[in-house]
């Protein structure tokens, strides 16, 4: 059983197992990175680490009615990086086998993984590696 | 010396025989011898005597008895200017007694036809004068009665103008009547009004109050609800305060499980714990956001209330204004029916004093009415006088004129008369 943290960009419900994230801060302080793309929103100091911050929702092109408002910062094993969401919702435990292939397309554009399905929401599991290496590519 | 004529006769064969027998005497004295001398001498001596004697004896007779004649004859021919006038004599006789009769009648013929006359012509001029002064009379009293009859005219027509008069006086008081009660019912509705009015003020006063306490406690409430709104505020602060902790806790029960998973197997409990502390958290901020839906719905019915309460106020103090109005209206709706109670009476007294004077009028009217009667009767009596003195007057003026004619005539009669030289042309 794998746990999944489900949070919300915009109208979009995705996914994120928890063994890739460090901490969720609330609103943290963020500060101006010059010369950096809109979609890094600055960066946080979290107990000493300088991390940047994403916002996802506009990296990933969803449309969303207000800025994020919670901050994930994912392990430092997978990357030091600090994903910005709408809301966090909670902490569920999923069998990865009852996961759904995702289309090759929104894997490629979108991260995703695959889809899951919880309480009638469609969950888009966020493929994080791929994130963290189409951020590197940049 | 008065001598009668048969005394003069005596004398006269006295003187006759005494000259025969004084020649008788004389004769022989002249120396004529001859007897038949001496008769024819005496003879014709007193023949001579005897016919001188009788030739101015008769001589003188004959003249005065002319005279008198001749005066005879004018006295009765009229002619009474003269006197008879004998010859000087120094021994009168009775044809100077005849003479003084003569004269004597003369004079009282004369006497008496200047009275006649000069009577008769003053009969005459005043017969005219009379005869004039009768026409003057008649044509006056022709005028008079014209002017009786117009007069009497004048009167019956003046008779029906009074009895318009009076039927109009009677319409007017009638009227006047009328306007008096009229007057009298606007007097009383006045009294009505006033009344009405003041009940209608008091009761004006009496909303005021109430309109007034109302406010008092409306604006209690509004403030009680601001109150109470302010105090719904706080509590939605403190349901904030409330979500927010719930929210937090619920972010350091999701960090906890993170923790918690990444201590594997030891951790498990605290992921437990984790989990309920996450559970109590979600249904705190469910409580949280039911009590912010209440007090959201409290708050916007709070507004309603308040509101309501503002536009309770505002059309209170419309109200106020409109019984403020109101009670205005009241006094003036007071003060006009006071002053037309004033207008009412006195235009009562009024009519009632001219109804007063109608009476009096119509009984002055009555009695002018009364007069004219009386003087268009008296005029029709005067009309009937006038008319016999009318007749009277005509009557008198042919009487005058007959009379006038009467002393034309005796005029006339004794115009043949002629009383002295110079009048005889008359």
Known sequence: MEQVLIFRLGGEWFGLEISRIQEIVEEPRLDYVPRSPDWLTGAMNLHGSIIPVLDLALYLGIATMAPPGRVVVLAPVVAILAIGVSDVYRIVRFAPETFLPSAEEDNRRHHIAALYEYEGLVINMLDVVSLSASLQSI | ?426
């Open chain 2, 1 to 426: 010396m008065r001598i009668g004529i048969s005394h003069k006769f005596t004398m006269g064969f006295i003187i006759v025989v005494a000259s025969i027998v004084g020649l008788n005497l004389l004769v022989p004295l002249l120396g004529l011898d001859q007897y038949w001398w001496h008769q024819l001498f005496s003879v014709t001596g007193a023949l001579l005597v005897g016919l001188v004697m009788g030739a101015l004896f008769s001589r003188i007779f004959t003249n005065n008895i002319r005279i008198l004649r001749e005066a005879a004859e004018r006295i009765s021919s009229g002619d009474l200017s003269q006197t008879v006038r004998l010859s000087e004599t120094l021994f009168p006789d009775e044809t100077y007694d005849l003479g003084q009769s003569l004269n004597k009648v003369n004079d009282n013929l004369r006497r008496l036809v200047g009275s006649v006359r000069e009577s008769s012509r003053r009969v005459a001029d005043s017969a005219k004068g009379l005869s004039a002064t009768a026409e003057e009379m008649t044509a006056s009293s022709h005028d008079l009665s014209n002017t009786v009859e117009q007069i009497s005219r004048g009167a019956e027509n003046q008779a029906d103008t009074i009895e318009k008069t009076t039927r109009l006086i009677r319409e007017m008081a009638m009227n006047t009547e009328l306007v008096a009660s009229s007057a009298h019912k606007v007097s009383e509705a006045v009294d009505l009004s006033v009344q009405t009015a003041q009940q209608g003020g008091e009761t004006a006063r009496q909303t005021m109050e109430r309109m007034m306490q109302i406010l008092s406690d409306v604006e209690k409430s509004g403030a009680q609800v601001v109150t109470f709104g302010a105090r719904v505020q706080k509590i939605g602060k403190i349901v904030e305060v409330i979500n927010n902790v719930a929210q937090k806790t619920n972010l350091l029960a999701l960090n906890a499980t993170i923790e918690a998973a990444r201590a594997g197997e030891y951790g498990r409990g605290f992921a437990v714990v984790a989990e309920e502390i996450r559970k109590l958290a979600d249904s705190t901020t469910e409580s949280a956001g039911e009590i912010s839906s209440l007090i959201s719905q409290i708050q916007e019915e709070g507004q309603g209330v308040e509101r309501s309460l503002r536009s309770s106020i505002d059309e209170m103090a419309a109200g106020k204004k409109a019984i403020d109005l109101t009670s205005t209206a009241f006094a003036e709706i007071i003060d006009t029916a006071l002053n037309t109670q004033v207008k009412a009476t006195s235009i009562a007294e009024l009519s009632q004093r001219q109804i007063e004077g109608a009476n009096e009028m119509v009984a002055a009217v009555d009695e002018i009415s009364q007069v004219v009667s009386d003087n268009a009767a008296a005029t029709q009596e005067g009309s009937a006088a006038t008319q016999q003195q009318s007749a009277a007057m005509e009557e008198m003026a042919h009487a005058a004129q007959d009379l006038a004619t009467y002393a034309e005539n005796l005029l006339e009669q004794v115009k043949r008369f002629r009383l002295e030289n110079s009048t005889t042309a008359d």
